[in-house]
T-cell receptor, first 113, second 114 residues
């Protein structure tokens, strides 16, 4: 079954610790994305990658880092520099070409205490 | 500055009636527009889309209308059903180096009353 897998579903961390969220896809998509959802603010783009070993900052990249060493994997690290890390994080992927939609994973709820 | 806006945070509609969700955008470079449906604690699922060369796209009970001159799109759901109750996000995108960068609105919570 093709899809996008985010793990874990729920994640708790202490303030000041870095944490890495996993995102894996077996759809053979070239592009991958990370979004953050906060109440009343919709989905905001953190980072995106169009190809292996390349990625670009989105609208709210500060305090986050990513890597794209493999086509199927796009992990997101939430660093201690992120001021408000508690949020729902969504990973997505899309194929190359015109008029294609993004496919989303089920999300990871990160709570920093 | 928000490039994609959904000005109605919520909407309530009676079962069987029409639901109309609206979305405005500011960037004239956007050429592909999408609607997603989302339940709490789940990822969004794709619903319907429209390219900038069209002004209407229909898929069953769902129709999306695009008014490029007004930079406005809308999603019509007819007839509305209780299972349609969810948060709906519109997204806009432009093709860059062969792939899209999707910008989302803030969402509209639709409640269909039985």
């Amino acid at each position: 079954d093709g899809g996008i897998t985010q793990s874990p579903k729920y994640l708790f961390r202490k303030e000041g610790q870095n944490v890495t969220l996993s995102c894996e896809q077996n759809l053979n998509h070239d592009a991958m994305y990370w979004y953050r959802q906060d109440p009343g603010q919709g989905l905001r783009l953190i980072y995106y990658s169009q190809i292996v070993n390349d990625f670009q900052k989105g609208d709210i990249a500060e305090g986050y880092s990513v890597s794209r060493e493999k086509k199927e994997s796009f992990p997101l690290t939430v660093t201690s520099a992120q001021k408000n890390p508690t949020a729902f994080y969504l990973c997505a992927s899309s194929p190359r070409g015109t008029y294609t939609e993004a496919f989303f994973g089920q999300g990871t709820r990160l709570t920093v205490v | 500055d928000q490039q994609v806006k959904q000005n109605s945070p919520s909407l309530s509609v009676q079962e069987g009636r029409i639901s109309i969700l609206n979305c405005d955008y500011t960037n004239s470079m956007f050429d592909y527009f999408l609607w997603y449906k989302k339940y709490p604690a789940e990822g969004p699922t794709f619903l319907i889309s429209i390219s900038s060369i069209k002004d209407k796209n229909e898929d069953g009970r769902f129709t999306v209308f695009l008014n490029k001159s007004a930079k406005h799109l809308s999603l019509h759901i007819v007839p509305s059903q209780p299972g349609d109750s969810a948060v709906y996000f519109c997204a806009a995108s432009a093709l860059t180096s062969g792939t899209y960068k999707y910008i989302f609105g803030t969402g509209t919570r639709l409640k269909v009353l039985a």
